[in-house]
């Protein structure tokens, strides 16, 4: 009898622990809507397969998912790119710097008609709305002298960190309005035009490939420069569910998700190429 119980036992913690063993681990990542959450969204069940289970957190403000990935509150973000990220890990403590993990898309800028419906009716004094933070106001004013609205100077480039003041000439006097990224798909009605990232202009029901008067062009440096990245802290770059999460994403599945998605047309452009079989 004694040998039957003691067997039993040893069932009971072998099952156990096979059960724990077999348990799948939570990733929590940071993304903002999209089409980064949309992306993510496909790879969850593939992950699940590979032994993690995906919850995904939705930030529509750029300031919060690089601290929240610093303290461990998220495993990863989706977001950013690396001049976004340099310039958090500039001001970041050694504790809390971050590094981008998988490239997996581009987003072009592009700029948007608000009250003026074409860059020709541009007047003196006309409102123009960009992005407020460093390094996509740099992106923003970079554009605008791409479109031949305005000029900087001649060594400002991706890793700069220019604001209007730092506009060398600017023929029609416009004003740069300098708003929070997701704030400026609603200023539309109160600006001539706007320079919006691709994520909140697809967000707005905006097409880049089709809305915007002017776009960044995706075969120059901005695509390896923009492009959006999964970051983890430093120090995770390596580990099983950043692996996983890579082996995920670059999938057939993924890309054709991405270019045969109607809302992305043009906005949303893959990095990756999928691996052979």
Do not use: C, W
Not at 45 to 59: N, P, Q, R, S, Y
């Amino acid at each position: 009898m004694k040998k039957l119980i003691a067997l039993a036992l040893v069932l009971v913690l072998t099952l156990s622990a096979a059960s724990v063993l077999a348990e799948n681990k939570k990733v929590v990542i940071g993304a903002t809507p999209s089409p980064h959450v949309l992306v993510l969204e496909q790879v969850a069940e593939d992950l699940k397969a590979l032994g993690f289970d995906l919850e995904i957190l939705t930030f529509t403000d750029y300031v919060l998912p690089n601290p929240a990935t610093a303290s461990g509150e998220l495993d990863a973000n989706y977001f950013q790119h690396l001049p976004f990220l340099n310039e958090y890990n500039k001001n970041a403590a050694a504790d809390a710097q971050l590094v981008a993990a998988i490239p997996v898309h581009y987003e072009p800028y592009g700029l948007y008609a608000g009250t003026k419906t074409a860059l020709d009716e541009l007047t003196e004094g006309d409102k123009i709305a960009v992005t407020n933070d460093p390094s996509n106001e740099t992106r923003a004013l970079l554009l605008l002298q791409s479109a031949g609205l305005i000029k900087l100077a001649d060594d400002v480039g991706p890793d700069s960190s220019v604001t209007a003041l730092d506009i060398k000439e600017n023929p029609k006097n416009l004003e740069i309005v300098e708003l929070n990224a997701e704030l400026i798909p609603a200023s539309l009605g109160d600006v001539a035009f706007a320079v919006i990232n691709g994520n909140f202009a697809i967000g707005a029901g905006l097409s880049p490939a089709e809305d915007a008067l002017f776009l960044e062009p995706a075969e120059g440096d901005a695509g390896k420069t923009y492009t959006n990245y999964v970051v983890v802290k430093a120090g995770n770059e390596n580990a099983d569910f950043v692996e996983a999460l890579k082996t995920v994403l670059y999938s057939q599945k993924v890309k054709d998700y991405i270019l045969t998605n109607p809302d992305f047309a043009g906005g949303v452009i893959p990095v990756f190429e999928v691996p052979a079989q």
